[in-house]
């Protein structure tokens, strides 16, 4: 009898295991397994049936509660009094009554309440195994009758049955795991690799990589070339850090420092026990830190900087993790070169293009045939043309006309040919009115590493300027040597009178003689100390100094002598100085001369008039006004009147002498004081200049 009854059992048995098996075989569903069995058995054995499943690290437990008539149940069980932990460590098949329990065997709360008097449980999966992918489980029997389908010798061999059914589950799941790993790999490098924006690349990796490992936050750390210090992109750090300063990790410092100076990644899954983890920036901050999985971002073999997971949500980074975040590395770090890279070469090219536009020369940059790339806004205003355009693909010597001896085509050969010195030729550019520029021309060849021509470059330097410079010296010698020769020459003459007694006995005409050759002496030594004045300010041997300088004692000893030699001349002479003018900081000598250059002008250049100097104080600036109504400056002279060797037309037309410099050293020496000196004139009318000095708060 007890055979056949062995026999019925064991004949019941297959018949679950071949239900099991039809039901589950198209189920590829952990849950969806879970859930079937718990149904099969409790239907088919009359038991009621638990199955549970547990979340991470067994904070949770998804159970399946299905009663003998094929009402399933699904719910959530939470903590640790409601764990299965003691029958799946044991790893066992186990029958236990719940009032004969060892102390040592504590079961969930909620399972008791479902169970009258025992269970019998076993771990799935079953047997156990270090290396499962599935998470750790319980198939319980609730009140299970003596008998039965289902006893302790046989819920092993059944756990075993579905133990297969669930590894497959969890092989699917894996597989479709890493399917979307890998599709959300593919789609960052897809990604990544099609943009060249810094702040591209770190917006689409972020919420990928935060959703897909589960974690708090990401963030990027760049290593800076020259210190290797670690510097953190501030825009993947969120709000906490805001207001802090930029995160920067010395070389070797923290878990980042490690990683970037070994190269190697690092899973640390409680950093509070690492002694390789910083805390100094959870501590500023505010953030706290719980786990870091960090890979490094390398480019051949060089690290250029690292990337980091922080926080994982749920339970621990494990080696899955580290091969997800390696894969995105790649990619990002190849990202990031190439982003640094392109920006690298468009800051050289705005570079470039900055320095090509802002050239006084003008520039010219023609191909390997001669034709027309690129030209600049002063080759424009030299060839008199707005129109660059259409200057475009032209072959250079057809559109830029020169007279020289040299064909422009022959100089752009010689350029292509030269392999020393940059060729230079002088000559004319001709406008397409006629009007001749006088220019030098320079060529220099771009070529490739093997030697062949790719482009051109033809400088065009503009020479009126050097050659009005050359005029105004050579009218200042020339000036000098009129200034100097003809009181030298006065001087002679009188000497040579006096010396032949032509005033012998005569007082009146010795004393008009020994006058013309001491006024002559003074008019020379105003021009050596001029001439000297001007070296110095060359040399930058005349400064502001600090010392305070009194306006009106200035004007005291400056204005009667002048005045005495207007009303000589017949102008009206007219001033208006406030007794108590404030002092200003500077150079005595160099105000000295500003005022007495300004009003001797005015004398000067005044056939018959007035000559009017006046002074105020407003907003804390002294104010000096020089009027005269004399000859006036033309319009045309204006934008050079403050110019060195500079003489307007009009006095030189006159006669009027001058070295053009005392406007010059004037102008100089206001800059110097911190202060500002205008014009107005009216040619045939007069000027007016107005300097504003800073006046001294002492």
């Known amino acids: 009898m007890e055979e056949q009854d062995l026999w019925a059992q064991a004949n019941d048995i297959h018949v679950l295991w071949e239900r099991l098996a039809s ?40 159970v399946w509660i299905c009663d003998p008539i094929g009402a399933l149940q699904q719910t959530r069980w939470e903590g640790s009094e409601r764990s299965f932990a003691q029958v799946i460590d044991g790893n066992e098949p186990a029958y236990l009554e719940k009032f004969g329990l060892p102390a040592d065997v504590v079961l969930g709360s909620d399972l008791w309440l479902l169970a009258r008097d025992a269970v019998l449980a076993v771990p799935l999966p079953y047997p156990r195994r270090a290396d499962d992918l599935v998470p750790a489980g319980v198939l319980c029997l609730l009140d299970p009758p003596e008998g039965k389908t289902v006893n302790l010798e046989s819920v092993g061999p059944l756990a075993m049955h579905i133990t297969t059914y669930l590894d497959r589950a969890f092989l699917r799941h894996e597989r479709d795991r890493q399917q979307v790993e890998f599709d959300i790999v593919y789609d960052l490098t897809y990604s990544l690799t099609a943009t060249l924006s810094m702040e591209n ?10 959703r897909t490992l589960n974690v708090e936050a990401v963030s990027i750390g760049l290593v800076e070339p020259v210190s290797e210090d670690i510097i953190f992109v501030e825009s993947l750090l969120g709000p906490m850090f805001a207001d802090l300063p930029p995160i920067r ?54 690290v250029i900087g690292v990337l980091e997971a922080i926080n994982k949500r749920i339970g621990n980074f494990h080696e899955s993790d580290l091969r997800l975040l390696q894969a995105i590395a790649s990619p990002l770090a190849a990202a990031i070169e190439n982003a640094r890279l392109h920006g690298d070469v468009l800051a050289e090219k705005r570079r470039v293009e900055t320095i090509f536009a ?35 693909g032209q072959w250079a010597h057809e559109v830029i ?38 220019v030098l021309i320079s060529g220099a060849s771009i070529k490739n590493e093997a030697g062949e021509l790719e482009e051109m470059i033809v400088t065009f330097s503009d020479l009126r300027q050097i050659r009005e410079v050359e005029r105004m010296r050579d009218d200042f010698f020339h000036n000098i040597v009129h200034e100097l020769r003809t009181p030298l020459a006065t001087i002679l003459m009188y000497a040579r009178l006096l010396r032949e007694g032509k005033a012998h006995g005569d007082k009146a005409k010795e004393d008009r003689f020994l006058g013309v050759i001491e006024r002559e002496s003074d008019r020379l030594q105003r021009m050596v100390r001029q001439m000297l004045q001007l070296a110095k300010l060359e040399a930058r041997e005349l400064q502001r100094s600090a010392e305070l300088v009194n306006l009106n004692l200035v004007f005291d000893d400056i204005l009667p002598p002048l005045a005495d030699r207007a009303m000589d001349k017949g102008l009206t002479f007219s001033q208006r100085i406030p007794p108590a003018l404030p002092p200003i900081v500077g150079n005595e000598e160099m105000i000295y001369s500003v005022f007495k250059n300004l009003v001797e002008n ?5 056939m018959s008039g007035m000559v009017r100097v006046e002074a105020r104080v407003e907003n804390g600036t002294v104010e000096v006004v020089v009027r005269d109504e004399g000859i006036g400056v033309p319009e045309a002279a204006k934008p050079n009147l403050f110019k060195r060797f500079y003489r307007a037309q009009s006095a030189v037309e006159r006669g009027i002498a001058g070295s053009g410099l005392g406007l010059y050293m004037v102008k100089e020496a206001v800059v110097k004081h911190n202060g500002t000196i205008d014009v107005e004139s009216v040619e045939g009318e007069g000027t007016t200049f107005t300097v504003r000095l800073p006046a001294s708060n002492e």
């Open 23 to 62: 039901e589950l075989s198209p189920i590829f569903d952990a849950h969806g397994v879970c859930a079937s069995v718990a149904y099969e058995i409790a239907v088919y054995t009359g038991v009621k049936t638990v199955v549970a499943l547990s979340g991470p690290l067994r904070q949770y437990y998804d």
């Open 201 to 210: 690349i770190f917006s689409q990796l972020t919420d990928p990589v935060r």
């Open 249 to 302: 990790l010395r070389s070797g410092q923290g878990i980042a420092g490690q990683v970037a100076q070994t190269g190697e990644p690092l899973i640390v899954n409680n950093v509070y026990r690492d002694q390789r983890f910083y805390a100094g920036i959870d501590q500023n901050s505010g953030f706290r830190t719980h786990s870091i999985l960090c890979v490094p971002l390398k480019v051949e073999q060089r």
């Open 358 to 392: 802002s050239m006084s020369e003008g520039l010219l940059t023609v191909n390997a045939e001669g034709r027309v790339t690129a030209t600049n806004e002063s080759l424009l205003t030299l060839l008199g043309t707005e129109d660059g355009d259409a200057l475009q």
């Open 401 to 438: 006309n020169v007279e020289t001896s040299e064909t422009l085509e022959a100089f752009m050969e010689r350029v292509r040919h030269a392999t020393g010195d940059f060729p230079q030729i002088a000559c004319d550019l001709i406008h397409p009115d006629g009007q001749r520029v006088p």
């Open 602 to 606: 005015a004398v000067k250049f005044t």
